[in-house]
């Protein structure tokens, strides 16, 4: 099982109500699985501004944790904001050093603190348990963005934590996140072979791999769509996934289309679910849908949106 | 005719709410905003025709023995799953999984049909009047399926009998699928079934059928089941 869901506005700069709709259908998709729910949600860029999103699972209290956060980055970055919400801290920072020496200095202040992102715009927070959680501990319905993807979860593979809930940030390059629906058969020899080059996986999650796989590509000079063309013929097992970046979502489903995928389109914007109850309650205004077939490779791009995407300290 | 709204009630209270007005000697219902909720209209039985004013989730009208049923919007996975019975059509495209394992009845799609359409069925009719996805009629046992658009691969893989009239393109026979010419008999069925679902019948269809190699084991095909399995 497990629920996907994408939602993005097609204008540039098309900033607009997104966790709302995402989180409603995250709502319905409980339905799919609630060891675990997760957004991935890109806000607007700031010039020199990064943000990133840490979880607060030590055993001190929250405030402790953050007081260490705050002098391990002190070296390394100036703060702009630190907003403690219950258990996770958002972090405002502007920085010379790169996203994987950022994420290594907070993640050395304790334990028990994981940075589930860290880029110019995207924003991941996670949780073990429904959507009503994260909509209400974390106000995220008041989010507003350009595009966002989410996720519930049936653990099939791995450990049901936090750390190993969807979206999985391709750590360390910025703004590149995956949610997943599926089981990756040949996940341990790839893991393998990409660890034989030196590169570090932080879950034993599978639909990890296929965010730092993407990511990958992507810092190798590859097109989104060859990223996810290659994917269908690397990767073995059963997937429907989606894939976003500061320029918009990419889908990829395997060759026997077992995993679900439902695609609604307007002028104004595209939204995706796993099942279509999920977007005809999240979503009043009228819409057609249909399910994008097997081995289908798709992206949609923000309209305008030309940037393309700066693999920020690879390694 | 009578119309009720479905908002805010469970898919429980729905089929409950379509039972008593069944029952009640209701024998045409109209129902609005079904949100695509899943598993409506499940095992419905008796002469009551049905149509939902919008899309369906999945496993839409699954089991039922008689009714009519019209989806005015898509169906999610499964739709008219194990229909024993009866007359499903959905207005829009129908997701993977369309008339599983159905032993009679008619199920006509007038968009596109997903993945495994027709995946063992054991009986009645599928029309699809677009395209069809990966490994339809999958080990299909008996009844016939019209595809007026392309057929996606491994079509009729490891098929018993029964038989898939594909109007368009066949990306990729299944394993033991064959195509054989059409007999008169055929022909006819085919004008009666599409002027019976209100489509036109101008395609150039080609007959897929079961090539019977593997019904029985036999050391010297390993080859073949090897290929199959």
Redesign the interface.
């Known amino acids: 099982m497990c629920g996907l869901v994408g939602f993005l506005y097609k204008q540039a700069p098309g900033e607009g109500a997104l966790g709302e709709p995402i989180l409603s259908m995250l709502d319905v998709l409980g339905s799919r699985g609630t060891d675990g729910t997760g957004v991935a949600l890109y806000g607007p860029a700031r010039p020199g501004v990064r943000v990133a999103r840490v979880r607060l699972a030590g055993k001190d209290a929250p405030r402790v944790q953050v007081d260490r956060i705050v002098k391990s980055l002190s070296p390394l970055a100036r703060l702009i904001a630190v907003d403690v919400q219950d258990d996770y801290v958002r972090v405002e920072l502007s920085s010379d050093s790169d996203a994987a020496a950022l994420a290594a200095a907070m993640e050395g202040s304790d334990p028990g603190v994981l940075v589930f992102s860290l880029g110019e715009r995207l924003e991941i927070v996670k949780q073990v348990g429904p959507a009503r959680e994260l909509r209400e501990r974390y106000g995220l319905d008041h989010f507003r963005g350009t595009h966002g993807i989410g996720h519930t979860r049936l653990a099939t593979e791995s450990r049901v934590d936090v750390a190993h809930c969807h979206p999985f940030w391709a750590r360390p390059f910025p703004d590149i996140a995956v949610v997943h629906n599926g089981q990756l058969t040949n996940y341990h020899k790839m893991r393998r072979r990409f660890e034989m080059r030196g590169v570090r996986f932080y879950t034993e999650n599978d639909s990890e791999f296929i965010a730092i796989y993407l990511a990958h590509k992507l810092a190798a000079g590859a097109s989104l769509e060859d990223a996810l063309e290659d994917s269908l013929e690397e990767l073995d097992g059963t997937f429907t996934y989606l894939v976003s970046t500061p320029e918009g979502i990419g889908l990829a489903r395997d060759a026997f289309a077992t995993k679900p995928m439902v695609l609604a389109e307007t002028d104004r914007w595209i939204a995706l679910a796993s099942e279509e109850v999920a977007l005809r309650r999240a979503i009043a205004e009228p819409f057609e849908t249909r399910e994008p077939g097997a081995r289908t490779v798709r992206v949609w791009r923000r309209l305008g949106v030309r940037a393309p995407l700066v693999p920020v300290g690879a390694h | 005719l009578t119309t009720r709204d479905c908002g805010g009630l469970t898919t429980r209270q729905i089929n409950l709410l379509v039972r008593e007005l069944t029952a009640a000697g209701e024998t045409d219902i109209r129902l609005l905003n079904p949100?695509?909720?899943?598993n409506l209209l499940v095992a419905l039985f008796g002469n009551v025709r049905v149509t939902l004013d919008?899309?369906a989730?999945?496993f839409c009208a699954g089991m039922i023995d008689g009714p009519t049923v019209v989806i005015d919007g898509?169906a999610?996975?499964s739709v008219a799953e194990n229909m024993m019975a009866g007359r499903v059509t959905v207005n829009?495209?129908a997701?993977?999984s369309t008339g599983a394992t159905i032993r009679g009845g008619t199920l006509i799609v007038r968009?596109?049909a997903?993945?495994r359409t027709g995946i063992a069925m054991k009986g009645g009719t599928i029309v699809v009047r677009g395209d069809t996805?990966?490994?339809t009629g999958f080990m299909m046992q008996r009844g016939t399926m019209i595809i007026c658009g392309d057929a996606?691969?491994a079509l009729g893989d490891s098929m018993y009998l029964g038989r898939i009239f594909v109007g368009g393109k066949i990306a990729e026979l299944g394993n033991d699928a064959v195509i054989e010419p059409l007999t008169e008999d055929d022909q006819t069925f085919l004008a009666d079934t599409l002027d019976q679902a209100e489509m036109t019948n101008g395609y150039d269809f080609k007959k897929v059928v079961a090539g019977r190699r593997l019904w029985n084991f036999s050391k010297k095909e390993m080859g073949l089941w090897i290929q199959a399995l």
């Open positions: 949100v695509a909720q899943h919008g899309s989730g999945y898509n999610g996975w829009g495209n997701g993977s968009g596109n997903g993945a996805g990966y490994m996606g691969e």
